[in-house]
């Protein structure tokens, strides 16, 4: 399948009945202010501690379903630079409430589902989210892990994959920010068809850009060849391992001999069934 045309299988799960029925601008100014006294002041009319933080929470899931209530009748509406600011404000910081992350992500991935990749609408989409430093700010959640989290991780890479393949600057934004690390190397170790899937896809894009601490072993691809029986899966390290030589890096981590791709890679591919 094309990675243009993948989908958040999670936003079909998300539950809309209790969402909101009031109008976007009215719980845009509403949530304005509550954030606002909140910053002033350090507490809420609801009350001091964790009681107070939880309803604060909960009040703002149920404006992030509203919104993709709204977003889903208007896909062009999260093109707005104040709401979107409002979106993003809670996941700059990198201790956001879990929930409130994955809402946000899946919320700021609809319009790709309804607005046509190649209409002036979804360019200025991408725009925006690019002058928010969209793709900066979801890194921040995928570098600092508490634990394995699969439905995270998932939203954010094809949020990212989705910029990527978009916008040039989205590939530079993403490289600095992971060039020098195992950002790769690390997701492609992930019990996870559909991560690896989408870091092989978004790995492909940025290749020509990363350098060669950032890229990950042949020995990593090869497992994911030689076991998986994902054709997608075996197509696309294939083609990473094709473009690591193509690049001609002096890396020994991403160095494959002809013996061993003939060895331990073809016998994989004739036995593929092509459909």
């Not at 890479?157 to 490289?175: G, M, N, P, Y």
Request: aromatic share 4%.
């Amino acid at each position: 399948h094309k990675p243009e045309n993948l989908v958040l299988p999670q936003i079909a799960k998300l539950s809309l009945d209790d969402a909101t029925k009031a109008s976007v601008d009215s719980n845009a100014t509403i949530k304005n202010a509550e954030i606002s006294k909140i910053e002033e002041t350090g507490s809420s009319d609801e009350g001091e501690g964790g009681d107070s933080d939880s309803q604060q929470e909960d009040e703002w899931l149920q404006f992030l379903d509203s919104q993709c209530e709204e977003t889903m009748l208007n896909p062009s509406c999260l093109v707005d630079a104040n709401l979107l600011e409002m979106i993003l404000m809670p996941i700059n910081d990198e201790n956001v409430n879990r929930e409130i992350l994955c809402r946000t992500v899946k919320l700021l991935s609809l319009p790709f589902i309804s607005l046509s990749t190649e209409s002036q609408e979804c360019d200025s989409y991408v725009g925006s989210l690019m002058d928010a430093n969209v793709p900066k700010i979801l890194l921040m959640h995928l570098k600092t892990p508490e634990e394995i989290d699969f439905e995270k991780t998932d939203v954010i890479l094809q949020l990212l994959l989705r910029l990527a393949l978009r916008h040039s600057k989205a590939c530079e934004d993403i490289t600095v920010e992971i060039n020098n690390n195992c950002f790769f190397q690390d997701l492609l170790q992930y019990e996870s068809d559909d991560i690896k899937d989408t870091s092989l896809c978004l790995l492909l894009k940025l290749l020509p850009h990363l350098n060669e601490d950032s890229l990950p072993d042949h020995e990593t691809l090869i497992e994911i060849i030689r076991k998986s029986d994902n054709s997608d899966l075996v197509e696309k390290s294939m083609l990473c391992m094709i473009q690591l030589q193509l690049k001609k890096t002096a890396n020994p981590r991403a160095d494959i001999s002809k013996q061993i791709f003939t060895d331990r890679c073809l016998p994989v591919l004739d036995n593929l069934t092509v459909t």
